[in-house]
């Protein structure tokens, strides 16, 4: 366990700072409770709020509020804190640990976290942590207001919540310099915006940034062996290909197919297909504006042409909802289109290692059929931070490291003293 005394903001005293973590778990937990029911009115209005602000079809959205709110139950959010901190108690009081020094963990002082534009929610999971560790938080909401709703509810569990926990409109270039202010800043985005924002930081602010990442499948030959098996990696492949329109670090830009299975990469891609289009009668299509959906089939034109000389294999719809592009030409990146996924056949995980070397595309997360040895190792190469079976990439724990950061231990700072 770490143990850093850090100064500045030893005299924060915010507004949970005398709460009892437990009690400020369950009533997290309570709250992402009532958010699960399907009909609890301020859900009801934030799925259309993200609807319109997205463009995400109605189901889409549902899943994505379902992901979110089943992850903040008591047992996950305090198996995180135990599992980072070592205990719950080390955030209420001194703690005697192996080494025979009594330490604590104090709330690092007040956070900022600022949206990104597209994924659902993704401020709530860390604005969550922070409060555990009884930061005040801020976070800069989207045109939505889903944040803010959900802290509405927070402080119907516990009065503190409501000095404690705030969400306001972003106002971007504007209020990028008003975040002086804070002991830490969270923010999610491409990687310019993320360049902008930390070079106003004072110098002593925590900067936790999550920038653009990608995330890729690996089936091996093992799991081409037999048509239902492999229908079955397909059907997870396409649903991690469709959600949220492929935007954002957990959608499936990039798929490698081991060669040599009774099942060829190209059969599997057929399967792929057909799975994808089953896959957007769950899960709708945004309504794309005229000119994303020209980019996917400019994207498909190109493709089909390249194939007619006998470069590739291209699965797409007429109306260019889908594109799945076979054995396209290496020395291109993934097109990272809607619902567009570049598919090659390999002989081994080298060959995917290196393609994605060669791009510089940094991975956050690799789904596999099966985990093994061979693809974990491949995971650790790639710099992924996790590793997923196909159809759970959009599901990660809430214990998982997101852009291999950890999820609570940024918000406290450590002070000892010996016994």
């Given at each position: 366990?770490?143990?850093?005394v850090h100064e500045p903001h ?33 859900r009801v209005r934030a799925v ?79 604005a969550i942590f922070a409060l ?288």
């Amino acid at each position: 366990m770490p143990l850093e005394v850090h100064e500045p903001h030893m005299n924060f005293t915010g507004s949970l700072v005398e709460r009892p973590v437990r009690s400020i778990v369950r009533a997290v937990a309570d709250a992402a409770g009532r958010w699960l029911e399907a009909d609890f009115p301020p859900r009801v209005r934030a799925v259309a709020a993200a609807c319109e602000r997205t463009g995400y079809s109605i189901p889409v959205v549902e899943y994505g509020f379902d992901r979110l709110f089943s992850a903040l139950t008591g047992d996950a959010i305090e198996g995180v804190i135990r599992n980072e901190l070592g205990s719950l108690e080390v955030l209420d009081g001194f703690v005697e640990t192996p080494g025979r020094t009594r330490s604590r963990a104090f709330p690092v002082g007040r956070v900022c976290v600022v949206s990104s534009r597209t994924t659902i929610g993704v401020a709530i999971v860390p604005a969550i942590f922070a409060l555990c560790a009884k930061c005040d938080v801020l976070v800069k909401d989207r045109e939505d207001a889903l944040v803010a709703a959900f802290f509405k509810t927070l402080a119907e569990e516990l009065d503190e919540f409501s000095a404690s926990a705030s969400a306001l409109a972003w106002d971007g270039e504007r209020e990028r310099r008003a975040l002086d202010e804070f002991a830490a800043v969270v923010a999610f985005g491409d990687d310019a915006t993320l360049r902008r924002i930390r070079a106003d930081l004072p110098a002593g602010t925590r900067w936790i940034g999550y920038g653009t990442k990608a995330s890729c499948g690996y089936v091996d030959r093992s799991a081409l062996g037999d048509r239902s098996d492999a229908a079955r990696v397909a059907g997870g492949a396409a649903q991690d290909l469709v959600l949220y329109d492929t935007e954002g670090c957990l959608s499936l830009h990039l798929l490698f197919v081991e060669r040599g299975g009774s099942i060829s990469p190209e059969e599997f891609c057929a399967m792929l297909a057909h799975a994808t289009e089953r896959a957007a009668v769950e899960f709708p299509p945004s309504a794309f504006d005229a000119r994303r959906t020209a980019s996917v089939a400019a994207a498909r034109d190109a493709a089909s042409f390249r194939a007619s000389g006998a470069q590739g294999t291209v699965f797409s719809a007429p109306d260019a909802a889908y594109l799945i592009a076979l054995d396209q030409p290496r020395d291109d990146p993934p097109p990272f289109l809607a619902r567009t996924l570049a598919v090659f056949g390999v002989d081994a995980p080298a060959d995917a290692v290196h393609y994605v070397a060669r791009h510089g595309i940094p991975i956050e997360a690799l789904a596999v059929a099966r985990t093994h040895a061979s693809n974990a190792a491949t995971a650790r190469v790639l710099g992924a931070s996790r590793i997923a079976p196909f159809g759970s990439l959009q599901s990660p724990p809430l214990g998982s490291y997101h852009g291999g950061r950890p999820r609570i231990a940024e918000f406290v700072h450590w002070t000892s003293d010996e016994t």
